[in-house]
Nanobody, 122 residues
Framework: QVQLVESGGGLVQAGGSLRVSCTAS??????MAWFRQAPGSEREFVAA????????LYADSVKGRFTISRDNAKKTVYLQMNSLKSEDTAVYYC?????????????????WGQGTQVTVSS
């Protein structure tokens, strides 16, 4: 059974930086991703990365500000968030996909973490 555990959320001022992490236990997944959900909004795609090769995909809203990376030995995926804005405030969820491929759709991911809160104060 695969489990995903997020950590690293918190409160940061606008313009600041924060890094969230997701550690996977159990069998290795092919693709890992970050989604986020603000109050009253749908859960939206942020970024994804493949374990093998490290190919990445980003949402337009975070491109150039956020960087997704992975440490295969630690089975951990990171999301480095820079130049944070108040609209980045959300619960950030780690997701995993058993099959290959980079996707933006929630439906393509079959493993989810419990989420970590990121709050950006203006």
């Amino acid at each position: 059974q695969v489990q995903l555990v997020e950590s690293g959320g918190g409160l940061v001022q606008a313009g600041g930086s924060l890094r969230v992490s997701c550690t996977a236990s159990g069998r290795t997944l092919n693709t890992m991703a970050w989604f986020r959900q603000a109050p009253g909004s749908e859960r939206e795609f942020v970024a994804a990365i493949t374990w093998i090769g490290g190919s990445t995909l980003y949402a337009d809203s975070v491109k150039g500000r956020f960087t997704i990376s992975r440490d295969n030995a630690k089975k951990t995926v990171y999301l480095q968030m820079n130049s944070l804005k108040s609209e980045d405030t959300a619960v950030y969820y780690c997701a995993g996909r058993s099959l290959p491929g980079l996707y933006r759709s929630r439906a393509e991911y079959d493993r989810w973490g419990q989420g970590t809160q990121v709050t950006v104060s203006s």
